[in-house]
DNA sequence: GTAGAACCTGACATCAGTGTCAGAATCAAG
DNA sequence: CTTGATTCTGACACTGATGTCAGGTTCTAC
């Protein structure tokens, strides 16, 4: 598919699955003229690379963890090496406590909203 | 007590805690000589803003919240309007939507993390 | 009063993903 | 072939919290 159906499909801008491709994440076919041209796979690697990007991963961490993910069409085609595990680990860490600070906030988003609604 | 303190408290730096003063978030008497002097409740209110910044939220958005939350020290000292009442049930929703977010990422950090360990 | 630590303001830098625009080339349908 | 939609590259702007530095002032303990 080309850029623009990935782009509607995923609800990524263009821009940004062009930065994609410019960091190594996402890789495409080209037609003879040099358009873009996207396996159905790729809407899948989209979403998981925006999810990673939302939860605070830079794009040189997913160009490592990439690889070592279990794709959508199968085992992963590498494992991660020590370093990379000790890097993870503390991104996984990372990402415990602010989805604990997430908890918080929402709480306090909820309180404040009951609180207006009561009177 | 001053800046230097309620930054080792909080571990926020200096920097980050005039930055709230002046976007309005944070207030501090002053020593006649014009040092910032921050009541013990500082530090709770700190943390919060901390909290909603993690979750995304600006700093203009905190700056209207904060009144309407309940303090440590007792009642809110204001109630959402509804049209704020309407941008924090938005902002609720997103951090409810990045909190699955976050929750797949984790969820997939952990299976790269496993899989090196069992090889 | 003096030395050193802590604090003040103001300014500029940074980061990294994304928006946007220009000008040119390609693609698809008539 | 033509036309309009889509895509291409490259460049520059932006955001917004935070880092950092400079030059000066205040505080605290001796």
Redesign the interface.
């Known amino acids: 598919m080309r850029i623009g159906e990935l782009a509607g499909r995923t609800a990524v801008s263009e821009r940004s699955l062009r930065y994609y491709e410019e960091q190594g994440l996402l890789t495409a076919e080209r037609t003879p003229g040099g358009h873009r041209d996207y396996p159905e796979t790729a809407v899948d690697r989209v979403v ?1 690379i ?3 990007y ?2 605070g ?1 830079h794009s040189t961490r997913i160009k490592e ?1 990439l690889p ?3 794709d959508q069409d199968g085992g ?1 085609s590498a ?4 370093r ?2 000790d890097d ?2 503390a ?2 860490d990372r ?2 406590r ?2 604990a ?6 709480d ?6 009951r ?3 009561e ?1």
Chains 1, 2 share one sequence.
């Open positions: 998981r925006q999810e990673l939302a939860a991963l963890l070592c993910m279990r992963p494992v991660a090496t020590p990379l595990v993870l680990t991104e996984r990402i415990d602010l989805i600070d997430l908890v918080r906030s929402r306090t988003l909820d309180e404040v909203i609180a207006a609604g009177s």
